[in-house]
T-cell receptor, first 114, second 113 residues
Framework: KAGVTQTPRYLIKTRGQQVTLSCSPI?????VSWYQQTPGQGLQFLFE???????NKGNFPGRFSGRQFSNSRSEMNVSTLELGDSALYLC?????????????FGPGTRLTVT | AQRVTQPEKLLSVFKGAPVELKCNYS??????LFWYVQYSRQRLQLLLR??SRESIKGFTADLNKGETSFHLKKPFAQEEDSAMYYC???????????????FGKGTKLSVKP
């Protein structure tokens, strides 16, 4: 099976702009989670979607939002970008089999805010 | 509070030496714990999960609920084991979901020839 894919891989935006990142999960995986990775804070959970519904949300401001489509593909949006939003954004999908929440990660989208 | 602590930022060993990467967690309930590894210029990938009690690439990890630990061990380190290792906990969200992973800050393992 193809792995988790994320587009675009790299993005440069200016403060105040908004950005949309896309994630395609592994075929058959219905749960998609998003994480932010920075050198200072490490890997932090943003939100999880399952069957087009947000099931879980991390401690991030409302500028961060997401959605999931009927084919399980997911997008996350960051509005009014700040310099501190520069990070690697990771998407992960989970098969949710056997009660396990093991997640499979994409390569990430590197967002730079100038 | 749900938390994962990896006390060592960097661990350096010689090839053939035993390796132990420490992980301690804080969680009220029955946790699900994982080790993820990130090799240079590669994506984060699942190495081990405690419920399967398997050995992958010679690594094992045992969940010790009394000590709230999930240390990763390998008896004989190889140069190709050099990577960033993250311990992660499947946490509890609203509605009972466990779809979020709480990560430690990671330990960089360097295996010298």
């Amino acid at each position: 099976k193809a792995g988790v894919t994320q587009t675009p891989r790299y993005l440069i935006k200016t403060r105040g702009q908004q950005v949309t990142l896309s994630c395609s999960p592994i075929s058959g995986h219905r749960s998609v989670s998003w994480y932010q990775q920075t050198p200072g804070q490490g890997l932090q959970f943003l939100f999880e979607y399952f069957s087009e519904t947000q099931r879980n949300k991390g401690n991030f401001p409302g500028r961060f939002s997401g959605r999931q489509f009927s084919n399980s593909r997911s997008e996350m949006n960051v509005s009014t970008l700040e310099l501190g939003d520069s990070a690697l954004y990771l998407c992960a999908s989970s098969p949710l089999t056997g009660g396990s929440y093991e997640q499979y990660f994409g390569p990430g989208t590197r967002l730079t805010v100038t | 509070a749900q938390r994962v602590t990896q006390p060592e930022k960097l661990l350096s060993v010689f090839k053939g030496a035993p390796v132990e990467l420490k992980c301690n967690y804080s969680y009220s309930g029955s946790p699900e714990l994982f080790w993820y590894v990130q090799y240079s210029r590669q994506r984060l990938q699942l190495l081990l999960r405690h419920i399967s009690r398997e050995s992958i690439k010679g690594f094992t990890a045992d969940l010790n609920k009394g000590e709230t630990s999930f240390h990763l061990k390998k008896p004989f380190a190889q140069e190709e084991d050099s990577a960033m290792y993250y311990c992660a906990l499947s946490g509890r969200g609203y509605g009972g979901s466990q779809g979020n992973l709480i990560f430690g800050k990671g330990t960089k393992l360097s295996v010298k020839p």
